[in-house]
């Protein structure tokens, strides 16, 4: 199993070079988030990626979590780990200080959220999913509902949940059946089955705090008759503490292809007591202060599997030797040369590496996004950023995710027979990330959110929102002459961006399906010219860093070449997504269903 790495350096080129995030910090009125303190969070966040979390990644991957009627219990290692991240003061980092929180920045806690779930995918599930319930309280619950719940949840003693999945509707919650009847205390008792609940049941905390969606007797059909409530595992005594055991229990924890140190739980809810949170019937605007969190930290987990997969890959290639170079003996004192010299493993690793890099360059500004529109006092300003961050979710969720499948499959390749060994490490993460395109809204979801819901919806001005920032930002640097073939790759690639949008809306007005047959190419396609942008930025800062004299020449050198590649190589991608857009719906909807057959 290779060793993993906290990415500190390349994450600080991207927070402090690229997207200036201590003039941010400042503008905010984060001025203690300086650059030393964040420098010490990092190397402190790094330790307990590399040495506590990491160890048991492998360990718990085989034991798994075990059930015994109702009672879960995570990996040997799991509970410990998680109490030293209580004591270390993680939980309560991005929170604030009048809940108990520690008052920084939501930007860099996600940045290490990406370290952890490197580090060990499954044990960052528990933790992870607290973040969402904890914000749905921020923004929606009473001041009595944060009085009870939401300190305990910061100081990380208790964790959360989310209830949505029902077993005969998935994504489609207009269909869910638990219900919710009123109590005479104001309260309400919750009656139902969820699955698919991560991090539902567990031997971490003291307390499991769940967040419910469910039905009041007189609610309408479909989304519009759907409410969100507040669960505990245990109700609370007089003091505040945990007291009788609500009617709350797990059924079974599902038996999964990969991040098995994660329980993800069937929970049953008979005539539970529970609170609800904002108003009646109203659950699902609620529900989204919960979802978009997820869903960027969700991409961040592709994010973190990219790293963990080149990082694994790397290490094989530097090492493996097998046969000779094409352009002579590199390795003359050994029986063959490494394999990181063959073009082959070169497109494997630089796929990755440029993947990697891109995509932490969109998720750390998309994250930046969210501490403006979180912390921001200039209305016109997080108006802007909320706009950008509506339009750049989907493609934060479905393209760092679906990209992740094609760096940890090169992850195995690179080590040929081995990456097929559960030994090396690079099948597990494989397995661990291939359910990030699936939770929290599928990749087909998520494109057609994108499409019709965001750009179309808005009649494109989301999306001329964040072009017309490209578009600047190409006209800014029109002068770099080292990089204008870039430079117009991006302006024309925009320019095409605008074009296919307004000729799918045009199709879609006389077929509808035209916008679902077009949205996952429509996706990736936005996802790969989005990066590009990143790249483009990355390379121009790397070289005024060469041009200044710096002594991290290598670091800056790679940078550009991997934005060479990524040019040459993964923009061009594009090009085969154009022809999928444009061959319309018929080639996928004309085919009768009964002709779906086997044999």
């Not at 996802?527 to 990355?538: D, E, H, N, Q, S």
């Not at 005024?544 to 991997?562: M, N, P, R, S």
């Amino acid at each position: 199993m290779q060793n993993f790495k906290a990415p500190e350096r390349d994450t600080l080129f991207v927070t402090h070079e690229l997207l200036d995030i201590q003039s941010h910090y400042e503008k905010l009125g984060f001025e203690d988030a300086s650059e030393d303190l964040v420098r010490a969070i990092y190397t402190e966040a790094g330790k307990f990626a590399e040495n506590i979390l990491a160890p048991i990644n492998a360990s718990g991957d085989q034991e798994g979590c075990k059930f015994d009627d109702g009672v879960v219990t995570t990996p040997t290692g799991f509970k410990e780990a998680y109490a030293q991240y209580v004591e270390g003061g993680w939980p309560s980092m991005a929170h604030p200080v009048e809940f108990n929180g520690q008052g920084l920045p939501y930007s860099l806690a996600t940045s290490l959220a990406e370290w952890f779930s490197g580090a060990n995918h499954s044990w960052a599930m528990y933790p992870g999913l607290s973040q969402g319930c904890m914000e749905t309280l921020k923004s929606h619950g009473t001041k009595e509902q944060q009085d009870m719940f939401l300190n305990k949840l910061i100081d990380g003693i208790w964790t959360g949940t989310m209830c949505l999945t029902e077993s005969h509707c998935g994504s489609d919650l207009g269909m869910l059946k638990c219900k919710a009847e009123p109590n005479d205390d104001g309260t309400f008792a919750l009656t139902g089955t969820k699955i698919f609940i991560s991090a539902g049941e567990h031997d971490l905390s003291e307390n499991i705090v769940h967040i419910v969606l469910a039905r009041l007797p007189d609610a309408p059909k479909g989304t519009k008759g759907i409410s969100l409530f507040i669960v505990p595992k245990y109700n609370l005594d007089e003091n505040g503490e945990p007291g009788e055991r609500n009617t709350v229990k797990c059924g079974s924890i599902e038996h999964k292809m990969g991040i098995k140190g994660s329980a993800t739980c069937v929970i049953n809810f008979d005539g539970a007591k529970g609170y609800l949170i904002g108003e009646p019937n109203r659950g699902l605007n609620c529900m989204f202060t919960f979802m978009n969190i997820a869903r960027i930290g969700t991409g961040v987990e592709g994010l973190s599997a990219c790293e963990a997969a080149f990082q694994g890959a790397l290490a094989y290639a530097q090492d493996r030797v097998q046969f000779r170079s094409m352009t002579g003996v590199k390795n003359p004192e050994g029986p063959a040369d490494p394999i990181i010299v063959h073009p082959d493993v070169r497109r494997m690793l630089l796929t990755q590496k440029s993947l990697a890099e891109g995509n932490r360059a969109l998720a750390n500004y998309c994250m930046k996004l969210v501490d403006i529109t979180s912390y921001g006092k200039d209305e016109a300003e997080m108006k802007l950023a909320d706009a950008k961050l509506a339009l750049l979710t989907p493609i934060v969720k479905a393209f760092l995710t679906e990209t992740a499948q094609e760096a940890t499959s090169y992850g195995m390749q690179v080590y040929g027979g081995h990456g097929y060994i559960a030994e090396w490490g690079m099948e597990q993460l494989a397995r661990d990330t291939r359910i990030c395109t699936m939770y929290e809204g599928t990749t087909g979801i998520q494109a057609i959110d994108l499409l019709a819901r965001k750009i179309m919806g808005s009649n494109g001005e989301l999306l001329n929102v964040f072009t017309n920032e490209i578009k600047e930002y190409c006209a800014q640097i029109r002068e770099t002459k080292q990089f204008n073939a870039w430079t117009n790759a991006i302006d024309s690639h925009v320019d095409e961006w605008l074009q296919i949008t307004g000729d799918i809306g045009t199709s879609a007005a006389n077929n509808p399906n035209e916008l679902g047959a077009a949205s996952v190419d429509y996706l990736m396609y936005s996802g790969y010219i989005t990066v590009g942008y990143f790249w483009l930025k990355m390379a121009v800062v790397a070289q005024q860093k060469l041009d200044a004299g710096t002594t991290e020449v290598d670091f800056y050198e790679a940078k550009i070449h991997t934005a060479k590649f990524y040019f040459d190589r993964m923009l061009t991608r594009t090009r085969s997504l154009v022809s999928a857009m444009q061959s319309g719906s018929d080639n996928l909807m004309k085919m009768d269903a009964q002709l779906f057959k086997v044999g």
